[in-house]
């Protein structure tokens, strides 16, 4: 378990930094995975401060407890959406920071029964955790339109009209239960000189339907609020998204939170009686500089904003 497990948390001194954890400090990991800003939010904390992490899976939590050797690391299995949940349930007060990173793990792409990659034939799952439709179920069941809707939004796919039809012609002879069924499909439809690129061509549908099993997007969009609702003031959010969909929702939140004032600018008095509950850190997103980048390839779209309770 442990080699399939060697993840390297990205953004890891920038994220550190921002966050600025002291002594004694509590602290809450929303994306727990093999505990690698964890571990050194618990280092910055010792010697009473906690980390409650959060993960889906719960293999990803026994490998972050298996690395921790005191009870600083309160591990939940569940979903962050259901943050406030979760914290209520595990007694954790005094939180003076917050991260989510978006990003999956190495751990994951490389499982034979997930799903996630296009280079591993494995079965269309996809699901972070045990519940809900597969990758299988939506490629299958879904109408054409639908399909059509997620890859051109979820995964900017400019093929997406062409990709949903020829799925749906596919699984007319026989329903696409693996990833590599899925590939070849794709390869069908999306013009060869795409297929070459540096980036593989059955990438933003794999996304997209990774999004889609796990709604992700409205997940964040419910988590972002119930983070701020749990700092007092001077508390800090960080977050690491991994595509321009995730880190739009993050960039629009905090603007919109650190204002006083919502309403529209055609209108010459304020009526919507907004308050602003944060306070930006960084105006522009910090990125991984040239030497992570390089060490771990994976970092490169990893963006990391991060804001203060007012």
């Known amino acids: 378990m442990a080699d399939n497990a060697r993840h390297v948390p990205v953004l890891l001194t ?7 954890p002291k002594p004694n400090q509590n602290f809450i990991d929303c994306t727990l995975g093999a505990g690698g800003h964890t571990i050194e939010i618990l280092k910055k904390t010792s010697p009473d401060g906690k980390v409650l992490g959060i993960d889906l899976d719960s293999r990803a939590i026994a490998i972050a407890k298996s690395k ?3 009870n600083r690391l309160v591990a939940a ?6 943050l406030k949940e979760i914290v209520l349930q595990n007694n954790f007060k005094n939180i003076f920071g917050i991260l989510l990173d978006l990003g999956f793990s190495s751990m994951e792409i490389a499982d034979p029964k997930k799903g996630f990659s296009f280079r591993i034939d494995a079965p269309l799952d996809m699901r972070y955790g045990k519940e809900g439709e597969t990758a299988a179920e939506i490629v299958n069941q879904w109408p054409e339109k639908d399909l059509e809707k997620i890859f051109r939004e979820y995964g900017e796919e400019r093929f997406a009209k062409k990709i949903a039809r020829e799925i749906c ?3 007319k002879l026989k329903p696409v239960t693996r990833t590599l069924e899925l590939v070849e499909i794709i390869s069908r439809v999306v013009p060869k000189k795409f297929q070459y690129g540096r980036t593989h061509f059955a990438t ?3 996304q997209a339907l990774r999004i889609a099993v796990n709604d992700e997007l409205e997940n964040l969009k419910k ?3 119930e983070a701020m609702d749990l700092l007092g003031p001077g508390g800090r959010l960080a977050v690491i998204s991994f595509h321009s969909l995730e880190d739009r929702i993050v960039k629009q939140f905090f603007k919109s939170e650190s204002m006083d004032c919502v309403c529209p600018k055609e209108v010459p008095v304020c009526r919507c009686g907004h308050k602003a509950i944060l306070k930006i850190l960084n105006k522009k997103p910090i990125v991984p500089n040239e030497e992570e980048a390089k060490i771990n390839p994976r970092s490169g779209s990893a963006k990391l904003r991060v804001a203060e309770r007012l």
């Open 169 to 171: 012609t596919a699984r």
């Open 68 to 70: 921790v050797k005191d």
């Open 223 to 225: 988590v972002l609020p």
């Open 77 to 82: 299995e569940g979903n962050f959406k259901n």
């Open 14 to 20: 920038e994220t550190i930094t921002y966050l600025d």
């Open 204 to 206: 933003k549908t794999f």
